[in-house]
């Protein structure tokens, strides 16, 4: 009986949640605030840092099905990545995402470094800074309903980024390892470059056959059915070979929407329900907040969201210039990109692994790093994609 009142009491909390959802949606708009940060504050109110009345299997998050909404996203962002679109602006995208991921990881390690954080350290967090949130951004796109270049290079450089920031943390890894006497620390470098390149190919693996395969029985558009199993498919997979989902999601989107000649909008049935997932993916991560990082974080940690706030606008206009954009565009493509999240926490939990003296410091600045970015970020992103008519 006890097991049938706390299904009941998920399922009256999911539909509350859906509701209000709806509401805050249509209140961001009069606002003017991004549905991202209010559906965050909504689960920080209700949950364990405020109030606590979710129930426990929203309050703590459940794994499965963030990875499924995160997935979703990816093969979305993916999706975007077409000859046309590549052909049209993959340079500004290559050039802008890598020279963004480049600034950060030297203004904020270099930064670090000379505020007194220990090198190591400041390198992890330099690469740490790298990561975005492909889910955050996406969402504020979204619902601002706009289209363009400006959105077209950002939609591709959010999609990609992450993929060299998995990279060159990599490569930090092995460098502070080499500080500390550690030697290569090969296992956490094989790790790195496993969790990335397993993830690529696993999204050929499934999106090649996937490009034929799908959309048969409906001309035009794959069934939703097809759509959700490809996505489960490559979920489930990522995670039992502990591969990136992120990557595997993007490049298994990109694969589809390239070589299936046949469809016309190969994920057009995703678009359709991914919303309920991340509206509870939000409110997850809102009730996980913890409030209590955001006190301890020190000069270091306020030197970290300063000088990444600096990196990305400094990134985004030196490849936007790099590119041949205005410095205006890549300024605002830069600040379109403040949002971090989930990523950087896995990647401070795999350096604290590495390195244990330095794992409560790096986890603790990462943490309440991105509480800041995940609140102010969609912010940002909705003033750049405002600023960019």
Known sequence: MEDAHSHALVLVAIGVLFLGGLALDAF??????????????????????????LPDAIAAGNPIYTDLALTMVAFLLGSSL??????????????????????????????????????????LLG????????????????????????????????????????LAFSVLLT??????????????????FYEAFGGIALGFAIGIPAAFLTGRLKPGEPSLVEAIGVVMLCTGLSLYFEVSFLLAGMVC??????????????????ERIEWPFLLLFFVMAGASLHVEALMALGVAGVGYC???????LGGGWLGGRASGLSGQEGVLTGMALMPQAGVAIGMALVASDHFPDYGETLVTITIAS????????????????????
């Open 28 to 53: 961001g708009r009069l606002v003017h605030v991004p549905r991202v940060t209010l559906l965050m504050l909504l689960g920080a109110v209700l949950g364990p840092p405020l109030l606590d009345v």
């Open 82 to 123: 077409s000859r046309q679109t590549l052909a049209a602006h993959g340079r500004e995208i290559l050039l802008i995402s890598v020279i963004v991921v480049m600034v950060s990881i030297t203004v904020v390690a270099g930064g670090l470094y000379l505020l007194g954080v220990p090198l190591p350290i400041a390198l």
């Open 127 to 166: 690469g740490i800074s790298a990561a975005t949130a492909p889910a955050a951004t996406h969402d504020v796109i979204r619902q601002s309903g706009k289209t363009g270049k400006f959105v077209t290079n950002l939609t591709g450089i959010v999609a990609i980024d992450d993929a060299w920031g998995l």
């Open 175 to 192: 460098l502070a390892a080499l500080l500390v006497g550690n030697g290569t620390d090969g296992g956490a470098v094989f790790q790195a």
């Open 253 to 270: 989107g990109a694969v589809i929407v390239n070589f299936a000649r046949h469809h016309e909008r190969p994920f057009h049935e995703i």
């Open 306 to 312: 300063v000088l990444r706030f600096v990196a990305r």
């Open 370 to 389: 991105t509480i800041f970015f995940e609140i102010v970020g969609p912010l940002m992103t909705q003033y750049a994609l405002k600023k960019s008519d």
